[in-house]
């Protein structure tokens, strides 16, 4: 019944390290996004994708890859990780422009 | 890009009072107005919203205010309850084709 799933839940790491975060929704949406909320709560996205196309690329290190395979997936890749890199990500999705957002319930990111 | 600014960023009320955030934007194409609501461990969910063509939205004890001229929406929430208790954010939706979300209102209701 999940509409937006995420996993891993928690993923704590070493720097320099490389992860990946793996979303997919069930609800039939075009849009797939990846925000990045900080210690503050403060959100930001990071990448848009539609219909597996990249529309929003945020000004985000080329050490961030999104990868969208097919539109009900939208995967994120960090190379190098660093310790700034330590948030909760957020996968999202949309029916199309100018409607409502569909978040999971994120991948808390620590680096040590 | 659109510029926006949510006050206050907490907001403390007794059970049974109201309580009203507001959010300010700077881009006047935006055209689609939502509240997000986010609970502890959660993501952010919507909870009402409101385009460019209509002035005032509301569902039961949540209502949605917008100003296109002064650019600014309201979140009005009436007879608050604990489970009210959250961060609340405006994220308005610009024809770049993002909502850029406002800085968050903590939110907490005391019994």
């Known amino acids: 019944d999940t509409a937006v799933s995420q996993t891993p839940k928690y993923l704590v790491t070493q720097m320099g390290n490389d992860k990946s975060i793996k979303c997919e929704q069930n609800?039939?949406?075009?849009?797939m996004y990846w925000y990045k909320q900080d210690s503050k709560k403060f959100l930001k996205i990071m990448f848009s994708?539609?219909?597996?196309?990249?529309?929003i690329n945020e000004t985000v290190p080329n050490r961030f890859s999104p990868k969208s395979p097919d539109k009900a997936h939208l995967n994120l890749h960090i190379n190098s990780l660093e310790l700034g890199d330590s948030a909760v990500y957020f996968c999202?999705?949309?029916?199309?422009?100018?409607?409502?957002?569909?978040f999971g319930n994120g991948t808390r990111l620590t680096v040590t | 890009g659109e510029n926006v600014e949510q006050h206050p960023s907490t907001l403390s009320v007794q059970e049974g009072d109201s309580a009203v955030i507001k959010c300010t934007y700077s881009?006047?194409?935006?055209?689609?107005f939502p509240w997000y609501k986010q609970e502890l461990g959660k993501g952010p969910q919507l909870i009402i919203d409101?385009?460019?063509?209509?002035g005032e939205k509301k569902d039961q004890r949540i209502a949605v205010t917008l100003n296109k001229t002064a650019k600014h929406f309201s979140l009005h929430i009436t007879e608050t309850q604990p489970e009210d208790s959250a961060v609340y954010f405006c994220a308005p939706y610009t024809n770049a084709g993002k909502s850029t979300f406002g800085d968050g209102t903590t939110l907490t209701v005391k019994p």
């Open positions: 881009d006047s194409a935006s055209n689609y």
């Open positions: 409101i385009r460019s063509n209509v």
């Open positions: 994708y539609n219909n597996k196309e990249l529309i």
């Open positions: 999202a999705s949309s029916t199309r422009t100018a409607s409502p957002l569909h």
């Open positions: 609800l039939g949406h075009d849009t």
